[in-house]
RNA sequence: GCCCCGGUAGCUCAGCUCGGUUAGAGCGCCGCCUUGGUAAGGCGGAGGUCGCGGGUUCGAAUCCCGCCCGGGGCUCCA
């Protein structure tokens, strides 16, 4: 008896499968570019049998379809390779999330530019020369031989490391190559591709192991989707932090004088990092945190009954005076659990959430510097909350909407949740017992479960002292930034015996959370300067109005205005009148100024102000006054609109 | 930390392959002229230990070595 069996294509459209034929034969010509069925990705030139489950048919649209439509890109690039340097011993070559790479080991020599481009005209010649890809399955051991007779020692060894007893190779003319595939019917689906760049990285990414060469690359079905990719990246590589911020005079990094990681911030990167501080502080303040300060550096010691001397010592600055060997401070969380510790506490005044802008100092290796987004001095939005179990939950509840207040406020709408829990194989790996864990566990779900938030479970990622939650944003042009972690500690309550007193007289010890919802101010500096490619919203602009006389003779109204707008509390400046009108407002387009306010004989006249917003053009006339109630919602932060104007 | 690539004026870059006048350009800066109505007015000028140190050479921005710093990766990210 012959059950029927249904293909779907990736327009929606089903068909009736016919068995024994290769779904490839029976679709569309170039319609899709892997199947799935029963759960398990095929290649189209797999046979259809009897008794399968539906065969979706995916095109470059899914995950899966360009995964697959990277993953042979990668052969091809393998293959490229090869033909231009036979003595290139083959790595690993995976799809990634954008693209896809191959590893090479030449044998102590890297690719040149010219190198890379030689090898993209070898893969568009492949392409064209539209070779059918070809599964074969063969016994481990007979692979083992093949890639030995072809001196490829990786893939022997990789071989040799596996379990399965039969495995499967993908050819393509001369090219073949170990692989669980699947892959796309013929190079030539590739349509449009690109060499990126090289790189180094280890076999395995262990720095013992052999140094390959890494070449990366990204293809598409179109010309228009990888000039749009290029053109995308372009942009990014525009935005860079790193280029704007010196650019827009915000901050500077002078590597070469005061050493690498290390942020000196210019007088307007000054002001909007203080709007930003100011903004939480006020934030906090009202949401039951109590501010707090701590000491940059302290005996050693400290960091020694943490517990994370140990682990951490290698990261930490330490120096001696008096024969006493002293640290600067990596983190603030000792801190405030002395505040804690000061005196006895009472259950009564739990939760207790102290909060500190703290600033922190890590030698981080060299290597992984990057800007603002990873220095080696930065600035906590660091508070540590002292909570009794009962509240625990509650209390995480609160942490997340705070968070989600200060993302939205920041201009940040999307959000991917992660919670890291223990590996409960290996309890024994891990502070605290199982009930600990697994009430603390079911708090934080039943938290985001409560606030509507989708996440994913990371089993085993916890840290040894409590499982966690971190929040990626998204930013406009689409990347995820790691920014806020909310962390359980079961370690340093016991370590600091920090208790409270409960109920009925008896001492209990505390649950603690350390959380950073921006992470670090440098860091989320940088994220934000990126996502809005420099283009600060009103309330966060350094300068946000500018007044700009057309000619000298206006400077006495234009200095009238900016005084009226400085006595409003905004953050207002003058143009100096030196130079053509055109050539003044370009400069502050490029400054990057939201508003500007033009003075010229008709503003003086009619006592009214020009208003041109940036990106937006001249908006026409209109009195000061007018001006300012326009617009003062916008200049103020987030947590002041609302009614009560401050001018 | 490791691998590869790089460092020339405040910025972006040319010159380096093959050593040889006084190291160039654009932007920015300064001065003068221009008093201009919504993204670059004109003319002139200043500005450089060619990352630092050493070596080779009659002679080094250029070739060699070491170091510092940056970039791309690996690794790390309590």
Redesign the pocket.
Known sequence: MSTMVKLRLPDGRVLEAKIGESILEQIPPESGLVAKVDGKLVDLTWIVREGVGTIEVLDFNSPEGRETYWHTSSHILAQAVKRLFPEAKLGIGPAIEEGFFYDFDLG?????PEDLERIEEEMRRIVKENLPVVREEMDREEAIKLFKSMGEVYKVELLEEMDEDVVSVYRQGEFVDLCRGPHLPYTGYVKALKVL??????W????R?P?M??V?GISFPTEEELKRYLKMREEARKR?H??VG??LDLFS????VI???LVIWHPKGARIRRVIEDFLVRVHLKWGYELVYSPHIAYTNLWRT???L???RD?MYVFEKEGIEHAVK??NCPFHILVYKSKRRSYRELPMRLFELGTVY?Y????????LL?ARGFTQDDAHIFTTPEKLEEEIFRVIELDEYLMRSFGFEEFKVEISTWDPRHPEEYMGSEEDWNRAQSALEEALRKKGYEYEVMEGEA???GPKIDVKLVDSIGREW?LS?I?LDF?LPKRFNVTYVDANGSEKTVIMIHRALLGSIERFFGILLEHYAGNFPLWLAPVQVRV???????LDRAREVLERLLNAGVRADLDD???????????S??EKVPI?L????????SGKV???R??K??L??MDLEEFLRGFMEEFLPPDLRGGSSTF
């Open positions: 102590g020599k890297s690719f040149s760049h090289a790189s180094s990285a280890y395995k990414g262990d720095e192991n140094v060469q890494r990366y860079d790193r280029i010196p650019q990094m002078p590597s070469e050493g690498p990681g943490s517990g994370h140990n682990y951490y990261f990596p983190m890590r981080e290796r060299s290597g992984v510097l990057h800007g990873r840290a040894f002292y790691q972690t962390q370690n700009l006389p057309v000619a000298e003779r206006h009148a030196r130079g053509t009108l055109g050539y003044r407002i370009r400069e387009e490029l500007l033009v003075i010229g004989d008709r503003e003086v006249e020009a208003v041109r940036k990106g053009g001249n026409g006339s």
